[in-house]
Every structure is written in structure tokens, then in C-alpha cells.
Antibody, heavy 123, light 108 residues
Framework: EVQLVESGGGVVRPGGSLRLSCAASGFTFDDYGMSWVRQAPGKGLEWVSG????????GYVDSVKGRFTISRDNAKTSLYLQMNSLRAEDTALYHC????????????????WGQGTLVTVSS | SFELTQPPSVSVSPGQAARITCSAD??????AYWYQQKPGQAPVLVIYKDSERPSGIPERFSGSSSGTTVTLTISGVQAEDEADYYCQSADSSATSVLFGGGTKLTVL
């Protein structure tokens, strides 16, 4: 069974940092890209960042560029999101998701998703 | 960039068909995808590549595309289908991803 389990969320002050982790199991981790998708309380889904199978290609939504860094450790079958200079608007449930895409940019979707880890940025 | 627009809510009676639309000002020749999210749960993929249904998803879920609008249709809606539904697409190179604002489906 494919499983994605996030951890590392918590309460942090504005300007602070957090590192999220996502432990993957049940599939060949380095065959797939991975992404982080967040959901602010009571709001919709927002793609945050993605990384290809070997970490050689990454992407970010404009609002987190320069503040967040996505990475992965294929030996540990884990995905990470380093979040710096956090803002109140970063408060959300952060899901990791397996990224289904090809090398030609013809398609991209997410399946499955983890349950998420909650990040709260508040003074 | 582009935007994906969904109606905030759709209501149907059990057994009727529910249609949820997702409109783009300009779909960058990318497929659309649909996710179901029930309260307190992670999103679940219900349609990929406009109209393909993943294994395990009931046949009553279907997708279609026409011009810059894609539609999720749930035929014979059941109470268990009450959830939020999100469409998703990507830019022309699939390096950036966008979600619609979501539609709350209420089964009356």
C-alpha cells in the first residue's frame, strides 16, 4: 500500500523557520517526482513546490520563491520542505503528494496524497 | 498565467446528476484533473487526463472537456459523494500547477 506520512509542522513566529518531512513507502520512491500542496484553514488547495525524481529539477509557486526549499533523500525515501522567513499567510495544512508527470510536460497530476501536517505562523 | 474558475457550490438530490464545471481563461493545452476532498481527509484523485477514471473510482464519476471548460459529472449522486471537488491543471510545460477554487457539492 502506498503511504505518505508528513511530519514537522507546528507553531512558529513570523520570520521563523520549519522543516517539513514526508516519509514515503509502498512504491519505488525514486521513480517519481513529488510535490507539496497546502490548504489554508477553510480555503482551497495551492500547489507550493515540486521536485523531480533525482532532485535535479525543482519548482515553486511565486509566493514562496526564495523562502522555501524542496529536497529529497531517495535512500531514505523521504521528501522535505525547508521553510524560512515564514509569514502569517503561510499558515496551512501541508500535504505531500506523489507527482505523476512525464519528461515532456504533457501531463501532471497528484496521487496519492498524505494527510498533511499543520503549520501555524503566529506571534 | 491562467486561472481556473469553479462554481462555489452545487446542490443535487440523490439519484440526480451533478455537473461541476471548471473554466480557464486559456487552457494551455494541458489536461485537467479532478480531486474529491471530504472533511478532515486528504484529496483523492477521481479523474485524470480530462476523462480517465483511476481504478477504484466508481463508474458514476466521469469527466469531459470542451474548449476552455472541463466538466466533472457524477451520475446518480449518492449521499457519500457530498464533498469538495477541485479541478487542477498545469502550465504548458507542466512546471507550474494551478487548482481551481473548489466546489462544495451538497446532496439534498
Amino acid at each position: 500500500e502506498v503511504q505518505l506520512v508528513e511530519s514537522g509542522g507546528g507553531v512558529v513566529r513570523p520570520g521563523g523557520s520549519l522543516r517539513l518531512s514526508c516519509a514515503a513507502s509502498g512504491f519505488t520512491f525514486d521513480d517519481y517526482g513529488m510535490s507539496w500542496v497546502r490548504q489554508a484553514p477553510g480555503k482551497g488547495l495551492e500547489w507550493v513546490s515540486g521536485i523531480n525524481w533525482n532532485g535535479g529539477s525543482t519548482g515553486y509557486v511565486d509566493s514562496v520563491k526564495g523562502r522555501f526549499t524542496i529536497s529529497r533523500d531517495n535512500a531514505k525515501t523521504s521528501l522535505y520542505l525547508q521553510m524560512n522567513s515564514l509569514r502569517a499567510e503561510d499558515t496551512a495544512l501541508y500535504h505531500c503528494a506523489r507527482d505523476r508527470s512525464d519528461d515532456y510536460g504533457d501531463y501532471r497530476w497528484f496521487d496519492p496524497w498524505g494527510q498533511g501536517t499543520l503549520v501555524t505562523v503566529s506571534s | 498565467s491562467f486561472e481556473l474558475t469553479q462554481p462555489p457550490s452545487v446542490s443535487v438530490s440523490p439519484g440526480q446528476a451533478a455537473r461541476i464545471t471548471c473554466s480557464a481563461d486559456a487552457f494551455p493545452k494541458q489536461y485537467a484533473y479532478w480531486y474529491q476532498q471530504k472533511p478532515g481527509q486528504a484529496p483523492v484523485l477521481v479523474i485524470y487526463k480530462d476523462s480517465e477514471r483511476p481504478s477504484g473510482i466508481p463508474e458514476r464519476f466521469s469527466g469531459s472537456s470542451s474548449g476552455t471548460t472541463v466538466t466533472l459529472t457524477i451520475s446518480g449522486v449518492q449521499a457519500e459523494d457530498e464533498a469538495d471537488y477541485y479541478c487542477q491543471s498545469a502550465d504548458s510545460s507542466a512546471t507550474s500547477v494551478l487548482f481551481g477554487g473548489g466546489t462544495k457539492l451538497t446532496v439534498l
